[in-house]
């Protein structure tokens, strides 16, 4: 799909002075078919598209921002890797044209597809939770039964269709579901049920066909003219860069999983849209050399959230547990890591963590003839509340983290305080990278902070503080006094600027406690004044 020839001169187009645009035609996979949908706005949601237009009414809007997964849907498309990828989605917040050439499936069409064995009777996700009386007054039900049916599609080599799910695998499945009347209990014996009922199968085959046909229609398509602009997705990462510079007014997204609450919550209209999530080169996450040979891993911006954390955490396998807390599953599939570290939000959970690990991001834009680049540390990408270095004809493009020989990466530590376990916002985040050198002294270290100050910032004070200093009790004692009086935090409907403060040096202190060798055995009293000055002041005594 070519926006424009090489060397063309790119003048914006003033979306309010043009004919109005018209979108591209919508193809979904749905039911056995292709179905091709006309006229469909540029910012209309895959929820009302599938409740108003299709009148597949079992997906519902509860809070109408991906917290609560009523409007949860299984879609189906092509990996980076050309792999068939199953992923339950929040469509209350997905545009329906991000839904373009994938396969869509609510609740009410697991019984209604001939590509599912068994048509007609219940899928074993629902006929589970018939069983285990895992609803009550069914409004969430389906969006349960949608996340489940995802999970049964995803089983691996090890986790075949006859084994079932382990209660860890369970809750990880429902993390961006919640129910407010049945309790948890029952929908976690049906999740853990589901495979020993008779199978039901995907024909992956006739899907794999019914993709591909959408693909080659997606690949034929022609923008006649300027005036059809109202919605792009290019594959090709130079047709991109022309869209964006012919088009800077274009509302630029990506998983819209924070840009969709514009839509929902704000009521904006969004009428141009230019979408990254399809272009190729910004969906790998590829290991590469930079210009001094050190070994560096690049995320492309439309990378998804679960891939990029997936990436991250084969080099840091501690991280597992932070990265499972980023929200829920369908904000994890959807969302994209350029889209959380070009969204500016002071409580994105990723910043704080890539600050500590000394992440670029790479600025791209077409000059013209070429795609030039401009690389920023992520900390210094940030101007101020949700304002970025960004310029109006630059994306995000990727972010890179520098891995070294690989034999000297750092211990790293991430801490996220929420007031639910999963799917919330930070009250605040901290993110620690420690190096070492053999006499235990901090060789080096990077902090990163999230929820404490108008931008995602790194705490340099601090880490003045512990460079060079023995990685003990008393260091961080001090350095965690310097922590909380480097930021000068807010204070919200989360938590208050005494609160953020305090677990600021609560947080570094827990860092310790998890580092230190032998680690101290004793619990933090959360009713004390000053709890790491009590532990530290122990930790000194019986050592001594």
């Known amino acids: 799909m070519t926006l424009a020839p090489v060397g063309r001169t790119l003048t914006p187009m003033n979306v309010c002075d043009a004919t109005p645009l018209r979108p591209p035609t919508l193809t979904l996979v749905h039911r056995g078919r292709l179905r091709r949908l006309t006229d469909v706005p ?9 409740r108003d237009d299709l009148g597949l009414t079992s997906v519902k809007e509860g809070c109408a921002s991906g917290d609560c997964g009523a409007c949860t849907v299984a879609v189906a498309d092509r990996a980076p890797d050309g792999t068939l990828r199953w992923r339950a989605l929040n469509s209350c917040i997905r545009l329906a044209h991000a839904a373009h050439g994938c396969a869509v499936w609510t609740a009410e069409d697991l019984t209604r597809d001939p590509l599912i064995t068994r048509h007609g009777a219940l899928h074993p996700a629902q006929q589970a939770l018939v069983d285990a009386h895992g609803t009550q007054c069914g409004f969430c039900t389906p969006g349960f039964v949608m996340s489940l049916f995802v999970r049964y599609q995803r089983r691996g080599p090890d986790s075949p269709l006859t084994h079932p799910l382990t209660r860890e695998e369970a809750l990880q499945a429902l993390s961006g579901n919640l129910c407010r009347c049945t309790g948890y209990r029952p929908i976690l014996d049906a999740a853990q049920a589901m495979t020993a009922l008779p199978p039901a199968a995907v024909d992956e085959a006739a899907l794999d066909a019914l993709l591909a046909e959408a693909a080659r229609e997606e690949a034929d398509a022609d923008p006649a003219s300027d005036a059809a602009a109202a919605y792009w997705a290019p594959r090709e990462l130079r047709d991109l860069l022309i869209a964006r510079a012919r088009w800077p007014q274009a509302r630029l997204v990506a998983g819209t999983t924070d840009a969709g609450l514009w839509i929902t919550q704000q009521r904006q209209r969004l009428p141009q849209v230019l979408d990254v999530t399809r272009c190729a080169a910004l969906q790998r996450i590829e290991s590469v050399r930079d210009t001094d040979g050190t070994q560096v891993l690049r995320i492309g911006a439309a990378a998804t959230l679960h891939d990029a954390f997936a990436a991250l955490q084969r080099h840091w396998p501690t991280l597992q547990g932070f990265f499972e807390r980023f929200a829920g599953q369908p904000i994890r599939y959807g969302g994209t890591l350029g889209g959380n570290v070009a969204n500016g939000s002071p409580i994105g959970d990723s910043m704080p963590l890539l600050i500590a ?20 540390p992520l900390e210094d990408f940030y101007r101020g509340y949700r304002q970025t270095d960004l310029a109006p004809d630059e994306i995000v493009g990727y972010v890179e983290v520098a891995l070294g020989d690989g034999s000297a990466l750092p211990d790293v530590v991430a801490h996220k305080v929420s007031k639910r376990f999963e799917d919330d916002i930070s009250a605040v985040c901290l993110a620690v990278a420690l190096w070492r050198d053999r006499e235990g002294r901090v060789a080096e270290v990077r902090i990163g902070a999230g929820g404490v100050a108008a931008v995602p910032a790194r705490a340099r004070r601090t880490e003045a503080a512990l460079r060079g200093q023995p990685w003990c009790a008393q260091t961080v004692r001090a350095a965690a006094e310097v922590l909380q009086a480097e930021f000068e935090p807010l204070s919200d409907g989360r938590a208050s600027a005494e609160y953020r403060r305090a677990l600021l040096g609560s947080l570094l202190w827990r860092t310790w406690l998890q580092s230190a060798d032998p680690a101290p055995d004793m619990p933090i009293r959360l009713d004390e004044p000053d709890p790491w000055h009590t532990l530290a002041q122990a930790v000194v005594e019986a050592r001594t």
């Not at 077409?366 to 795609?371: L, T, V």
Request: proline letters at 3%.
């Open 357 to 376: 690990l000394g992440a670029a991001v790479v600025l791209l834009r077409w000059d013209g003839s070429a795609i030039a680049e401009r690389r920023l």
């Open 42 to 50: 540029p910012d209309r949601t895959l929820l009302a598209l599938l």
